[in-house]
């Protein structure tokens, strides 16, 4: 049995027969690999059938992987430089193959004897009109022994490893070292019961046999239980984490509701919608529980987030409190400004604005009335954050765009309490999450959707374009410009080719200019000072510009309702979530808004059916739930919430009924026995213990 608190799957990977040093380094750094237990989650990505040899003869272009066996001749080093590689050619009685490696040719060279038998393993590719199989393994068929193992793992390994020789097997060689150092020491860490429940193999036979199946059926065993130990356990710490936030952290109790009476009475400018409606009585539940309330509000571009937001500051304004509002960029601060201020106005509350640019006496202004607590509703940027910002007494944040904002970020606003309570936290989001994806992600907070849009809204009207039909495009445009509306036309921006894009799109203004002489067009990308970007945004928000060529960074938030037209250039190259972020930014006003999907002909099948996708529905969780389907959660979760989910195994796309059992298992245990304390959780807890993560602070915020 373990007594240290270190458990030997921390032990640095150097450790480990096998890892020399040098070989240590480039695990760390290629692979992220430090411990033993890092190793032992490096999962092979998908397993080869190594039980037989195929007749070199039979082999077509279609085959997998495959075991060869034949006499090797004509070893060659052929090209310089770049070119160069080494070939050969291995022959058995039905036919031959070229062999052909590019990199790692000194590690190579020296096993090559011409004239001997040798085993290998790889892929056939036809290269002209013969076979090729390029950087197979190889091994002499003297010391070929054939494995217990039906089944061979391949791991992912990085192009530096494959330069100096360290391949997948060696990889499974380490692997195999660890799972005999580790020993009996992978130890269960379900209770017993759920084991049964779900006629799981064992936490060991599980990894032995993911890394080694000894039968296709052992594999699929221990991918169902190790998935769903994955999920688990990250499900048990978010609602753990949920259930310790409600419990511990106490909240402002804000029951009074004048204001908001006389608001409804007075000054609202439309009726609610259903959605709008129920999500206010949701946060108004979470503020008299005498609880913090950490709540996410998701709702589609356009569904009034922006009125919802203010009625929960009015409920803590009038029951003493203040609230603040941080947006992720000073042109959505300002739109939010604009439009808070209406309504905080119509009934005399006091709100100002907080950016980078504000004048230090404003500054100073701003400082010393929160301080006193005069003024109610303070919204800005990254700026609320800095220290030298008190309240008096905060009650409440709203944060927009969330995932453009770190955890970091939102601890310190948390901090900004002045009495014993923390204040309320309302996170908007206007990136539809699919369901399994927001379980995992915000887990721990409580969710309100905002699924309907306001009434009399036309929904937007999407088509596909191809380059031919540029002219018909541009005839268009004049005719929405000559009735008064104004147009976006958008370039894609790719990374790797910053130059490219930028020519591309000044390109495309260029022909803009062209095709609209007598109107007046704005320009804004990325290469622009904060300010000069501003500034075309004004002019463009004021109606003096009629076309905005921009690229993507108009994609958050920006709202000029009399924008009736969305051209999207390349769209093709857009990310679906993106395309409809894009498309959000018209069909604001009552207008009939359009959106229109430029792209070549030559579409990728993916591309495509992001088109078509587009072009069926304006439903945000539609087109997540695909986004999701074609992407993969890593991209989503990547871009936005890096580092908050690391899913070594499950995919959130196609693992759903993994999640909702795992989620709903871990609920059942929390609600019956919350720290753990029954034997049968031993297990539970103890596992829990040994995995907490370093900081613990950051688990509390968040
Ligand atoms: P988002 O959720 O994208 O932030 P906004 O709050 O900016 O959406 O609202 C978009 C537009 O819809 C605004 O002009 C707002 O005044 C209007 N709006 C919001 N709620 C309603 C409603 N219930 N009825 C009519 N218009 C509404
Ligand atoms: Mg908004």
């Given at each position: ?5 270190k ?11 096998g ?5 240590a380094s480039i ?11 890092d ?6 990505f ?5 039980s037989?040899?195929?007749?070199i003869?039979?082999l ?20 310089e ?6 070939t ?11 062999l ?6 000194k ?7 011409t004239g ?15 076979f ?6 190889i ?11 039906a ?5 992912n390994?990085?192009?530096k490893?494959?330069?100096?020789g360290f391949?997948?097997?060696?990889i499974?060689g380490l ?10 020491q992978l130890i269960?860490n ?7 429940k779900?006629n ?6 599980a990894f ?11 594999l ?7 998935k ?8 048990l ?32 400018p ?11 009585k949701e ?13 996410l509000?998701?709702g589609d ?16 304004i009038?029951?003493?409190?203040q ?9 959505l ?5 604009n ?21 230090t ?12 607590g ?8 990254h ?7 008190q ?13 453009r904002?770190?955890v970091a970020?939102?601890?310190k ?7 014993s ?6 996170v908007?989001?206007?990136t539809p999450i699919?369901?399994?994806?927001a379980?995992?992600?915000?887990g721990?907070l409580d ?37 008064g509306r ?20 000044m390109?495309?203004y260029e022909?803009?200019c062209?095709?609209?002489p007598d109107?007046p067009?704005?320009?804004v ?8 970007k501003?500034y075309?945004?004004?002019?463009f ?33 857009f990310g679906?979530?993106q395309l409809?972020q894009l498309r959000?930014r ?6 009939q808004s ?8 030559k ?8 088109l ?8 945000g ?8 389907k074609?992407r ?5 979760s990547?871009?936005?919430?890096s ?7 499950t ?12 989620r ?13 304390s ?25």
């Amino acid at each position: 049995m373990q007594t240290s608190t270190k458990h030997i799957l921390d032990t640095p990977i150097q450790f480990l027969k096998g890892v020399a040093t040098s070989r240590a380094s480039i695990l760390n750094t290629d692979l992220q690999i430090f411990t033993f237990k890092d190793l032992l989650t490096h999962f092979p990505f998908r397993h080869e059938d190594r039980s037989k040899f195929y007749p070199i003869g039979q082999l077509t272009e279609d085959f997998p992987a495959v075991y060869i066996r034949g006499t090797l001749s004509n070893v060659q080093l052929q090209g310089e430089g770049s070119k160069k590689r080494l070939t050969a050619i291995l022959q058995d009685a039905t036919g031959m193959v070229e062999l052909v490696w590019f990199q790692g040719i000194k590690w190579i060279q020296p096993k090559m004897a011409t004239g001997r038998e040798y085993v290998v393993f790889g892929k056939p590719n036809m290269f002209g009109r013969k076979f090729n199989i390029s950087h197979p393994e190889i091994d002499l068929a003297e010391s070929y022994k054939p494995t217990e193992y039906a089944l061979h793992p391949v791991y992912n390994i990085s192009q530096k490893m494959r330069n100096v020789g360290f391949d997948s097997k060696q990889i499974a060689g380490l692997v195999k070292n660890l799972l005999e150092t580790i020993g009996d020491q992978l130890i269960e860490n379900l209770p017993e019961e759920l084991v049964r429940k779900y006629n799981f193999i064992s936490r060991k036979e599980a990894f032995h046999n993911f890394h080694f199946p000894r039968s296709l059926d052992l594999l699929k065993k221990a991918t169902a239980r190790l998935k769903f130990e994955e999920l688990f356990f990250i499900q048990l710490k978010l609602l753990r984490k949920k259930q310790t936030q409600k419990a511990n952290f106490s909240g402002q109790i804000f029951q009074k509701a004048d204001l908001l009476t006389t608001f409804y009475k007075e000054h609202l400018p439309f009726d609610l919608t259903n959605a709008q409606k129920r999500v206010v009585k949701e946060i108004y539940h979470d503020f008299r529980t005498g609880r913090q309330m950490n709540r996410l509000l998701q709702g589609d571009v356009g569904s009034g987030k922006t009125i919802v937001a203010f009625i929960c500051m009015l409920l803590a304004i009038d029951n003493g409190a203040q609230a603040c509002l941080m947006a992720p960029t000073e042109i959505l601060a300002d739109q939010h400004f604009n439009g808070l201020q209406v309504y905080a106005k119509s009934l005399g509350i006091t709100i100002a604005k907080l950016t980078g640019s504000s004048k230090t006496s404003e500054r100073r202004t701003i400082h010393e009335y929160l301080k006193s607590g005069e003024l109610k509703i303070l919204v800005g940027t990254h700026a609320l954050i800095e220290d030298v910002v008190q309240f008096e007494n905060l009650g409440l944040c709203i944060i927009d765009e969330q995932h453009r904002f770190g955890v970091a970020q939102r601890a310190k606003l948390w901090q900004k309490r002045s009495k014993s309570e923390y204040p309320h936290v309302l996170v908007m989001t206007a990136t539809p999450i699919p369901r399994t994806l927001a379980m995992t992600l915000y887990g721990d907070l409580d969710v309100s959707v905002i699924d309907e849009l306001p009434a009399g809204r036309k929904p937007i009207q999407t088509s596909h374009r191809y380059e031919t039909s540029r002219l018909a495009v541009f005839g268009f445009l004049k005719k929405q410009i000559e009735e008064g509306r104004q147009v976006y036309i958008v370039y894609p921006l790719i990374e790797e080719s910053e130059t490219l894009d930028y020519k591309n799109l000044m390109d495309g203004y260029e022909s803009v200019c062209r095709a609209f002489p007598d109107v007046p067009v704005s320009i804004v990308h990325g290469k622009m000072k904060a300010a000069e970007k501003d500034y075309e945004m004004q002019r463009f928000v004021r109606a003096e510009t009629k076309i905005m060529v921009a690229t993507t960074v108009i994609e958050v938030g920006v709202n000029v309702p009399n924008a009736s037209v969305m051209l999207i250039e390349n769209a093709e190259k857009f990310g679906l979530s993106q395309l409809h972020q894009l498309r959000g930014r018209v069909g604001r006003g009552a207008d009939q808004s359009y959106c229109i999907l430029m792209s070549g002909y030559k579409i990728s099948a993916e591309g495509r059916i992001r088109l078509n996708t587009m072009v069926e529905t304006n439903n945000g969780f539609d087109i997540s739930e695909m986004d999701l389907k074609l992407r993969g959660p890593g991209d989503l979760s990547g871009t936005q919430q890096s580092g908050v989910v690391d899913l070594k195994l499950t995919d959130l796309a196609k693992d759903q009924r993994i999640l909702q059992e795992a989620r709903q298992t871990a609920q059942e245990i929390l609600q019956t026995d919350p720290t753990f304390s029954k034997p049968e959780n031993l297990p539970l807890k103890q596992y829990l213990e040994q995995n907490a993560p370093k900081n613990q602070e950051w688990e509390k915020i968040s």
